[in-house]
């Protein structure tokens, strides 16, 4: 065994906290993550369902580490593994990775290493795993036992299904006394029970993790000028550090986001499921590696992000559920520090997303179920209430709180007023017009205002021309996106974007139906003063950023991300109780015994500098 005796030799397990401590410098386990681990190191097997950045890799790497054996770990992504093998070999433990990029050589050292029973850990694709030859291999060797991450890859429910996935359940025939635990943090119930089927975990515990984020700080606004907007959530982000990823809704935005991007000065970087592997792989690369860079992608960037310092994640474009913006979003702060996400959308975004549905080639139940994530996520977008609140619903948590006081709508309620005759002038404008015109034209109309185009259709003479002339602009479009968000106009995107009504429209014009709508007042992507992310550490603190120096350049030269080395949460620490001796340093959270033995007498030289 290649961890110098720190695991006696005797028949007792080792003690999970005790490995948690000693191995990962961790004072304690988070949520449900003891149970998991004392379950599959007595030899359970279950379904782990946590968000991300809630821990799930502990919830396997310790218990392979109390029990005999390899532990076997199914990844999808190549980066994914890397990174992970990468993290656990500076903490001393043996692990490697097989996959199809890997030199014949190296596969053949691996394979070695396994048959002689120096590895702990094991990451394996899910291709490689089910080959004959693979697997009969391991039923001759000591298993651990086997982890399937990013489990929900196996159901077709899911937007991330990968047909190797489903050959997995062979692992239950033929290892059916081998702890299995699969890993996710899609809640979906559908995709929770097609995981536990497939992989013949039926009867086996599902563990539920919290799914509150507190450290993300959630905001929504709509979108006016995306760039300028973009621009000044940037600005509130110099000098932070970490990361940042731009979700945008096409691949072409991804492209011309980082342009411009670039063009002010940013690292930005683009990512899509267009561009060739290579370039997927040297993204993905730059992106890990640690440097404060911006990522512009489509949602096909996102799993195998383990990268803890994302600051923040903005969306230029509405998501389509809860579901995925939740997984998104939760792609920032994974290191429990503070960090943000912005929504940025707009009543074409919403219209588009409501036709889509309508035309793709699901099935009626599918469809509805589609209509009403997005009606979800519509609703969180146009809150009046606390936004978490909202999307914590949609997974079936009722937060014990009425207010999170960490989204925008607690830190800044936005005012209801009642815009019932706001909303019947809007909606007449558009009828009387003919519904053949976009929102520029009937705020004309309502404005009162003699355009070329307004004097070409003869809309002057129409008794809505000028009845909205108390109505600023920006009110009026205001009004025209609540009305689209809650059903009553449709935006005809396919065409020039004209306004539509829809039945939902009647009742109001009609006046049986009361409105009532946000006034929105220049609240664009602003936080509140004393919102700044990025206590991110203690930004500015020479010492921090002198710790921060040496890890880079330990980085470098062992060609490792930086955070694997130290998370800038573990430096913060050290900055701040400055330790004098290896024994003091070695309490410090994220300091486990190898990375001491490694770096606490070059960490304690910075220090006395
Ligand atoms: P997930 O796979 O669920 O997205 P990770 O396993 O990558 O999450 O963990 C997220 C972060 O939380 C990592 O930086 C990890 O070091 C940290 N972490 C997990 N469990 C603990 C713990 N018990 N104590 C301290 N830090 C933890
Ligand atoms: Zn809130």
């Not at 369902?49 to 076997?72: E, N, Y």
Request: charged share 25%; glycine share 10%; aromatic share 6%.
């Amino acid at each position: 065994m290649p961890d110098d005796g720190r695991f006696p030799i005797e028949t007792l397990q080792p003690d999970p906290v005790d490995v948690l401590s000693r191995v990962f410098g961790h004072p304690g386990f988070r949520g449900r993550q003891e149970e998991v681990v004392r379950h599959v190191a007595a030899g359970g097997s279950g379904l782990v369902l946590m968000p991300t950045g809630g821990g799930k890799s502990l919830c396997f790497q310790v218990p392979a580490l109390c029990r005999d054996g390899t532990g076997i770990v199914v990844s999808p992504l190549i980066a994914l593994m890397e990174d992970q093998v990468a993290a656990l070999r500076q903490q001393g433990i043996a692990a490697a990775a097989l996959h199809s990029d890997l030199p014949e050589g190296e596969a053949r050292k691996v394979l070695a290493d396994l048959h002689a029973g120096e590895l702990k850990l094991l990451y394996v694709s899910p291709e490689r795993l089910t080959l004959e030859g693979m697997l009969s291999r391991l039923e001759g060797l000591p298993i651990a036992l086997f982890a399937v991450d990013e489990a929900h890859c196996v159901s077709q429910w899911g937007h991330h299904f990968r047909p190797e996935y489903r050959g997995l359940g062979v692992l239950s025939e033929r290892f059916a006394r081998t702890p299995r635990l699969a890993l996710t943090a899609t809640a979906d119930p559908r995709t929770v029970e097609d995981i536990r089927r497939q992989l013949g975990l039926d009867e086996d515990p599902v563990f539920r993790g919290g799914f509150d984020r507190p450290n993300i700080r959630i905001e929504a606004s709509p979108r006016d000028q995306e760039r300028g907007q973009l621009r000044a959530f940037l600005k509130e982000h110099a000098g932070v550090g970490g990361a940042g990823i731009v979700y945008c809704g096409t691949r072409v935005k991804t492209e011309q986001t980082a342009e411009w991007l670039r063009a002010d000065g940013h690292d930005a970087l683009c990512f899509h499921a267009g561009m060739d592997a290579g370039a997927k792989r040297d993204a993905h690369r730059r992106f890990a590696r640690g440097d404060a860079v911006v990522m512009c992608a489509t949602i096909a960037f996102g799993m195998g992000i383990d990268r803890p310092d994302v600051r923040w994640v903005v969306h230029l474009d509405l998501p389509r559920s809860p579901e995925s913006w939740y997984q998104e979003i939760g792609r920032a702060g994974r290191d429990g520090l503070p960090a943000r996400a912005l929504l940025l959308y707009g009543a074409g975004d919403i219209a588009l997303a409501r036709h889509r549905i309508e035309e793709s080639p699901a099935d009626p139940a599918q469809k509805r179920i589609e209509r009403q994530r997005l009606d979800a996520m519509v609703a969180i977008a146009e809150a009046a209430t606390c936004r978490r609140q909202l999307l914590l619903r949609c997974f079936g948590e009722d937060a014990s709180e009425d207010r999170c006081g960490n989204c925008d709508v607690c830190q800044d309620p936005p005012r209801l007023f009642d815009g019932t005759v706001a909303a019947q002038k809007l909606l007449s404008a558009v009828y009387r017009t003919g519904q053949r015109f976009g929102v520029g034209h009937v705020v004309d109309v309502l404005r009162g205002r003699l355009t070329d185009k307004v004097a070409q259709f003869a809309h002057d003479r129409l008794p809505t021309f000028g009845v909205g002339k108390d109505m600023a602009d920006a009110l009026c479009r205001s009004v025209a996106r609540q009305l689209v968000a809650r059903g009553a106009l449709d935006v005809a995107v396919e065409n020039h974007g004209e306004l539509v009504l829809t039945d939902g429209a009647r009742p109001i014009l009609k006046g049986e139906e009361k409105v009532m709508l946000r006034e929105e007042v220049a609240r664009v992507g602003h936080a509140p003063r004393g919102a700044r992310t990025g206590a991110a550490a203690t930004p500015g603190d020479p010492l921090f950023e002198r710790l921060r120096e040496w890890r880079k350049a330990e980085a470098q030269a062992q060609s490792v991300p930086a955070y694997v080395i130290f998370q800038d949460r573990t430096l913060a620490e050290i900055a701040a109780s400055r330790p004098r001796s290896l024994d003091q340093l070695g309490t410090i959270p994220g300091v486990g015994r190898t990375k001491l033995d490694r770096y606490g007498a070059a960490v304690l030289k910075v220090l006395s500098d």
